[in-house]
C-alpha cells in the first residue's frame, strides 16, 4: 500500500480547496452529535447549508428530523438542537436526519473538489483513519472547521492532527489530545448557565476518543451529502 500525501487545512475556505480523500471535522459539535444519532439507530443524515433547506426537505418528506443549530442555537422550528447528549437520549431508528450546522454542515456541502468525503470527529477518529487508508488513496485532506467555519479553534485542530497520527501510522495519545482541549477556552462556553442549549454532557461525550467503531462515510443521493455509517 502506498503511504498517501496528507494535508491538514482548515475553515470554510480549506474545505472549498481540499481534494483527496477529505475529512471534514467538527468536534464540537456537529459530527459527534451526527454519530451519536447513527449509533442510535438513524438510517442517514442528509447535511444541508441551510435552515429553509432542511425544513423543506421535512415537508417533502426527504426526511424525518431537522437537527441542528444557528450560531449555537437550535432554531425553534427544528426537532432537535445540535447537542449529542440529548441525541444520547433518543431512540433514532430508521430516521433519516436533516442537519444543518454553522461549521459542520457548511464545510461538508463545500468540499466539492473531494473524491469522497468523510464527517469527522473524536469520538469515530482510529475507525475514520482506518477506513480512509483501506481505499489506497493518493491524498487525504483533514480540514479543521472551527467556529462559524471563520475561526480556528483547539477542539478541531488538535482532531485533525490526532487522526494525521494515525493515518501516518502512529497510535496517537487519545488522553493527551483530551486534555489539550479541555484547557482551551471553547470549553467554558459549556458551562455558561446562559446558554442552556450547551451541556457539559456534551464536551464528556465529545471527548470519548474512538467511543464508537465506525466512520461517516458521505455519498451524494440527489446531489445533497448523505453520511451513513461505514466500517
Known sequence: MTKPEIRVDSLLEGAKRATGIVGIIDVFRAFTTGAVALANGAEKIVMVSGVEEALALRASGFGNICMGEVDGRPPETFDLGNSPFEASKIDFSGKTILQRTSAGTQGMTAAVLADRRFAVSLVTAKATARTMLAANPARITLVAMGKNALDR??????????????????????????????????????HDPARPWLHPEDVEIALDVDRFDFAIAIGLEDGRPVGRIAR
Do not use: K, S, W, Y
Request: net charge negative; proline share 5%; charged share 30%.
Open 153 to 190: 479553534t483547539d477542539e478541531d485542530e488538535v482532531c485533525a492532527l490526532h487522526i494525521r497520527n494515525l493515518l501516518e501510522g502512529r497510535p496517537g495519545d487519545p488522553a493527551a489530545a483530551r486534555q489539550m482541549i479541555l484547557a482551551a477556552g471553547e470549553v467554558a462556553r459549556f
